[in-house]
């Protein structure tokens, strides 16, 4: 078992940045590709960005190109998501996710999930 654990999220105000972590722990983590997701209230799971195993193929979601960034630290265990530029619509759980094999933007082929923090933006 792969354990996740995400911190840094809080309330922010609109146009301002955080930056979201995630510790790995139980298995080896440069092994796996690591997603991160939100949901927002009423709303289903959305793919945010994902990363592959060495960092060097990343893909975002169309509606956080250019105001997030994803990066990992296989010497530290974790991955981070860079929040610049924050908007109301961001409010969500953000969740980081993590799979063996290629990034991909598809939620059901992950296999490891944390418990998610919590990013409110206000206007």
């Known amino acids: 078992q792969m354990q996740l654990v995400e911190s840094g999220g809080g309330l922010v105000q609109a146009g301002a940045s955080l930056v979201l972590s995630c510790a790995a722990s139980g298995r080896t983590f440069s092994n796996y590709a690591m997603g991160w997701f939100r949901q927002a209230p009423g709303k289903e799971r959305e793919f945010v960005a994902a990363?592959?195993?060495?960092?060097?193929?990343?893909y975002y979601a169309g509606s956080v190109k250019g105001r997030f960034a994803i990066s990992r630290d296989n010497a530290k265990n974790r991955v981070y998501l860079q929040m610049d530029s924050l908007k109301p619509e961001d409010t969500a759980v953000y969740y980081c996710?993590?799979?063996?094999?290629?990034?991909?933007?598809?939620?059901?082929?992950?296999?490891?999930w944390g418990q998610g923090t919590q990013v409110t933006v206000s206007s």
């Open positions: 996710a993590a799979r063996t094999g290629l990034a991909v933007a598809a939620a059901t082929l992950y296999d490891y």
């Open positions: 990363i592959s195993t060495s960092g060097g193929t990343i």
